[in-house]
């Protein structure tokens, strides 16, 4: 099963590299702040054991968009 199956939908525009920067759904995850936390949080935890197994798309940025999104809500 792909990573982005199981992912909110919410969290899809960030699933890999795009232009231009999604700044409305940057917003929408922020206003979600609660809710997102424990989904970014399990994208970082997987995200390891998939790049081993070779599961990670080329232009990835989910897991870039975790690190940056929980140092905005910390």
């Known amino acids: 099963m ?3 199956a199981s992912l909110p939908n919410y969290l899809q525009p960030f699933r890999v590299f795009t ?3 999604p700044e ?3 917003a929408d995850v ?3 702040k609660d809710e997102a936390i424990p989904e970014l949080l399990r994208v970082l935890a997987e995200f390891p054991a998939r790049w081993v197994a070779g599961d990670v798309e080329e232009d990835a940025m989910l897991h870039e ?4 999104l ?3 809500f910390r």
Do not use: D
């Not at 968009?65 to 940056?68: D, F, I, N, S």
């Open 30 to 32: 922020v206003t979600r």
């Open 65 to 68: 968009y975790a690190m940056q």
């Open 2 to 4: 792909s990573a982005s």
């Open 70 to 72: 929980l140092a905005e």
């Open 24 to 26: 409305e759904a940057v």
């Open 19 to 21: 232009r231009p920067f």
